[in-house]
């Protein structure tokens, strides 16, 4: 039934006169993290989406329980942070039950994320594990093309940057990216003081990441 809904989303993006207007949400997890990291990188990242894809995607970033049944409103989640990640049981089938009717998660790791997201999201599909993405592989070449994969935003451990995927039955349902940063890149310029290139390229992955999921060129 949740799979059904999905579809007739897709089916009225193509049919309506205007393009359908989502939204998209940040996800809330326990475990005293901070989910909330980076407020100004959903809402910078989906007016430079809007502006440079013509999609029509809301402006007003939602918040939402991971273990809330509200998360099937929203057919892309984004999940941030640099400390402790926890999911009950309960949350974990939530997560599941929502990728495999259709939807879709971006983890971005504000630095320390790793070691805690990885043993929870084995708590939502213990049968997967992430796999590096190549670089040819379709969410590096949409409208921005990244031939060696993701930009490095920050420097932390003096390592490249990875872009890991869950694959459920052969379609991406789960895309993290790790020692790279972009929600940083995306955050407003005085925040990080970053460079206009470093920002336009963290801008430009992430227009991929979001093309990826509502149009897959």
């Not at 989502?22 to 809330?28: D, E, M, N, T, W």
Request: include cysteine; proline fraction near 5%.
């Amino acid at each position: 039934m949740k799979r059904n809904i999905f579809l007739l989303l897709i089916l009225f993006s193509a049919l309506a006169a205007t393009p359908p207007s989502y939204q998209i949400a940040l996800l809330k997890y326990r475990g005293g993290g901070d989910w909330y990291a980076n407020p100004t990188s959903l809402p910078n990242l989906v007016k430079f989406v809007n502006r440079n894809l013509g999609t029509n995607i809301s402006e007003e970033i939602a918040t939402v329980d991971i273990g809330s049944r509200e998360i099937f409103n929203y057919p892309f989640v984004h999940l941030t942070g640099h400390g402790n990640v926890l999911f009950s049981v309960k949350e974990a089938q939530n997560l599941r039950e929502y990728l495999i009717a259709g939807g879709f998660i971006h983890i971005d790791d504000n630095y320390g994320l790793d070691k805690f997201i990885r043993p929870q999201m084995k708590l939502v599909f213990p049968e997967l594990e992430f796999v590096e993405l190549p670089f040819s592989h379709l969410i590096y070449h949409q409208k921005y093309d990244f031939p060696n994969g993701l930009p490095k935003i920050h420097e932390h451990d003096n390592k490249a940057p990875q872009g890991f995927g869950l694959l459920w039955e052969g379609r991406l349902v789960c895309f993290y990216t790790y020692e790279c940063d972009l929600g940083d890149g995306w955050e407003n310029q005085q925040v990080h003081k970053d460079s206009d290139a470093t920002r336009m390229n963290a801008l430009k992955m992430g227009a991929n990441i979001l093309s990826y999921v509502f149009i897959k060129e």
